[in-house]
């Protein structure tokens, strides 16, 4: 019930396309959703995290949709350029209770010109 | 700010010898979290530390083991090591915890022989 399920694996995108990441969860009592951005070499970055009182949420080229019933939340990066070529990851966790962040199991994005 | 600091960045170990690895979170920031990235297992939760009380504890053996001090800066420490221990440890700060925003150092890299 803990865990986080992403697809695609992996996935090319031309350059200026959107790219969409998927998760889907399987525990309710989950309520802060975040998306980080790796670099090889690097630390995950958090790009943008949502709770479940909204249903989106943008920050500029990055918007997280979330679907509450479906327990699905999905991250779209607009205009995707090749600097946006890196591994995304999902992630979930609670306020209380048991905190720490549950994440998927990564998708690598690649933007090709 | 400064963001999280990792020492050190690379570690060589052979089996059977212990490693202490070290995290300094950003100013403020009483909550430290440590994870394992592996590209078998992806990122896991090892434990987390907050005002220097282990709050959460993941699925791992009692050779992996963790502090925290009064300046919130955080050590881990594994025994025993195994091959399979290799990995990418990663450290995360945030204000409140896991259902909050955390943002993750740069890793320490372990090869164990």
């Known amino acids: 019930q803990q865990q986080v399920k992403q697809s695609p694996q992996s996935l090319i995108v031309q350059k200026g396309g959107i790219s969409i990441i998927n998760c889907a969860y399987e525990?309710?009592?989950?309520?802060?959703f975040p998306w980080y951005q790796q670099f090889p070499g690097k630390g995950p970055a958090l790009l943008i995290a949502?709770?479940?009182?909204?249903s989106e949420k943008k920050e500029g080229r990055f918007t997280i949709s979330f679907n509450k019933s479906a327990k699905q939340f999905s991250l779209h990066i607009m205009d995707s350029q090749p600097g946006d070529s890196a591994t995304y990851f999902c992630?979930?966790?609670?306020?209380?209770?048991?905190?720490?962040?549950?994440f998927g199991t990564g998708t690598r994005l690649t933007i090709i010109p | 700010k400064a963001g999280v600091t990792q020492t050190p960045r690379y570690l060589i170990k052979t089996r059977g010898q212990q490693v202490t690895l070290s995290c300094s979170p950003i100013?403020?920031?009483?909550?430290v979290s440590w994870y394992q990235q592996t590209p078998g297992q992806g990122l896991q939760f090892l434990f987390e530390?907050?005002?220097?009380?282990?709050?959460n504890k993941g699925n791992f053996p009692g050779r992996f083991s963790g502090r925290q001090f009064s300046n919130s800066r955080s050590e881990m420490n594994v025994s025993t090591l195994e091959l399979g221990d290799s990995a990418l440890y990663l450290c995360?700060?945030?204000?409140?915890?896991?259902?909050?925003?955390?943002?993750f150092g740069p890793g320490t890299r372990l090869t164990v022989t």
């Open positions: 100013s403020g920031h009483r909550s």
């Open positions: 949502i709770r479940p009182d909204v």
């Open positions: 992630a979930a966790s609670m306020k209380f209770g048991n905190e720490k962040l549950t």
């Open positions: 530390y907050f005002s220097e009380t282990q709050r």
């Open positions: 525990n309710t009592a989950f309520d802060y």
């Open positions: 995360a700060s945030s204000l409140r915890g896991a259902g909050y925003e955390q943002y």
